[in-house]
């Protein structure tokens, strides 16, 4: 199923407001307020189940290095949203039974990363392969510790941020969520609505309907299970 263009969103936005022409709101208006919408759409598709989101790179973090920035276009090329799971593997390449992730684990201050980083508090030593990893975000920098002495083979999944609709042909929601890219359009529109003191009362009602859509979609299958790996 395709996605709900930019192009399309502003005709069906035009129509909920009885403004076929755009004499009101122009083309510019119209993106802009669904480029507000789509960016809350997408943090309450997160809040619902952010797992279906998710999208997996492999990079290579350096050796003898603290942090590195995840949006170099060297690694991620793209600040995250939301950091879901880190793997190293032994090797480069796709994950496989001779090619094993273990995963990194996420500790929650600067100041403990540090401590793993320096090998203070009784932490493993500095400049070591041979224990478990950790990791801290700050902003899109990612800080390790204890600091790798070689290479590491990263497998990141993570959440990306709702790209700005720009282009006619651009879709909604990265061409994700299709089935809930009509909620991106009711709240614009119910949104730009308030701004004409309602006059059209059914575009509140779509804007509900479709957000209790989007809540309960999680509900309605099996959440993804996130594995422990080793």
């Not at 950091?83 to 994950?95: F, H, K, Q, R, V």
Request: proline share 4%; hydrophobic share 35%; aromatic share 8%.
């Amino acid at each position: 199923m395709a996605g709900i263009t930019l192009a399309e969103a502003r005709q069906l936005v035009w129509d909920l407001l009885d403004d076929d022409t755009g004499q009101h709101w122009d083309n510019d208006n119209v993106k802009r307020w669904l480029n507000v919408s789509q960016k809350y759409v997408w943090a309450e598709a997160m809040r619902s189940d952010e797992n279906r989101l998710g999208t997996t790179a492999t990079i290579t973090y350096p050796a003898d290095t603290e942090s590195i920035t995840l949006s170099a276009a060297s690694y991620l090329n793209a600040v995250p949203e939301a950091i879901l799971l880190i793997a190293e593997t032994p090797n480069s390449g796709a994950i496989s039974r001779g090619n094993s992730p273990c995963e990194w684990k996420q500790v929650q201050s600067m100041s403990e990363i540090r401590r793993l980083q320096w090998g203070w508090g009784g932490s493993t030593a500095y400049y070591t392969n041979e224990h478990q990893r950790f990791y801290y975000m700050a902003g899109d920098s990612l800080l390790v510790g204890p600091i790798p002495n070689s290479e590491s083979y990263l497998h990141i999944t993570y959440v990306p941020k709702v790209t700005d609709l720009s282009s006619d042909s651009d879709e909604l929601l990265n061409g994700l969520l299709e089935e809930h890219g009509e909620a991106v359009v009711f709240r614009a529109a119910y949104q730009m609505n308030a701004k004409q003191n309602g006059s059209n009362p059914m575009v509140a009602e779509l804007m509900q309907q479709a957000m209790d859509k989007l809540h309960g979609s999680k509900r309605l299958r099996q959440a993804p299970r996130r594995v422990r790996t080793r």
